[in-house]
């Protein structure tokens, strides 16, 4: 019998629902399912048909992290794999916001470690009421290395040392106070709402949406007058969007 995919890749017309598939697992992160998504944001990002795009898992849980069990070959004798999984996995983090189609995240369960950053890496993301974030690598004696940027940017520097050295874990509730998710939903229902986000902003000129979306991470790493200055450029360009592209 053929092994099942590790990812499940779905389109719903112009919305592809990218679909992490180790449930046994909570969908930890080996490194075939790594480069599996890797390889599928690419192919969504070039596929002109794909408007935008919902990551979410399968069975019970978002995504509980790195898979511990691969962590055993990962070692100072094979440096050479360390890098290449570290490559592989920061590369996979950073392709959420360089995407030119918005792509929102519908987490159930756990989203931990490697999982949260894939969470709130997507530009929007939709909690449902079972949802459970954290960062808990340090009480395995691990760093959360490579996701510490983009929880640094959503969050408040205090709140996000809390969570990577006491391993606190955030539910629902929480998620939408501290403005990680744009909206709570039923875990039967929350895959729905993700749609619908997805959906709306398929609706809207790809051109637009694709310079909106590389503008709003471009500034954000911009002194005030430069971003200004990005900022003009783009409404320039932008009188070009009408009636192209739709």
């Known amino acids: 019998m053929a092994e099942p995919e590790v990812l499940i890749v779905e389109d719903h017309g112009a919305v592809r629902v990218l679909r992490l598939n180790r449930p046994a697992k909570l969908n930890a ?10 390889d599928a ?16 898992g399968a069975g019970r849980g978002f995504c509980s992290g790195a898979d511990l069990s691969e962590f055993a070959d990962l070692t100072p004798a094979d440096q050479h794999a360390v890098i290449r999984r570290a490559e592989l996995t ?11 189609k918005p792509i929102v995240s519908v ?37 959360p290395a490579i996701v510490m940027t983009g929880l640094q940017r959503n969050l408040g520097r205090k709140l996000a040392f809390e969570l990577i050295s006491t391993g606190r874990i955030l539910d629902a509730e929480e998620l939408a106070e501290l403005g990680l998710a744009n909206q709570v939903a039923d875990p039967e229902d929350a895959e729905k709402a993700g ?10 000129n790809p051109l ?24 003009g450029d783009v409404n320039t360009i932008m009188r070009g969007f009408r009636g192209a592209g739709s």
């Open 29 to 38: 992160l080996n490194t075939e399912l790594t480069r599996a998504l890797y």
């Open 41 to 56: 944001l690419r192919a969504a990002d070039a596929d002109d048909a794909v408007r935008a795009v919902v990551l979410t």
């Open 90 to 100: 920061t590369r996979t983090q950073m392709m959420l916001q360089q995407l030119a």
């Open 107 to 143: 987490v159930r369960g756990p989203a931990m470690g490697g999982g949260a950053g894939l969470a709130i890496g997507c530009d929007m993301m939709v909690a449902a009421t079972d949802a459970k974030f954290g960062y808990p690598e340090v009480r395995h004696s691990i760093v």
């Open 195 to 204: 749609l619908e986000i997805a959906a709306g902003w398929a609706e809207v």
């Open 208 to 231: 637009a949406m694709a310079a909106a979306k590389d503008l709003f991470y471009r500034v954000a790493d911009l002194p005030f007058a430069e971003a200004m200055r990005t900022g």
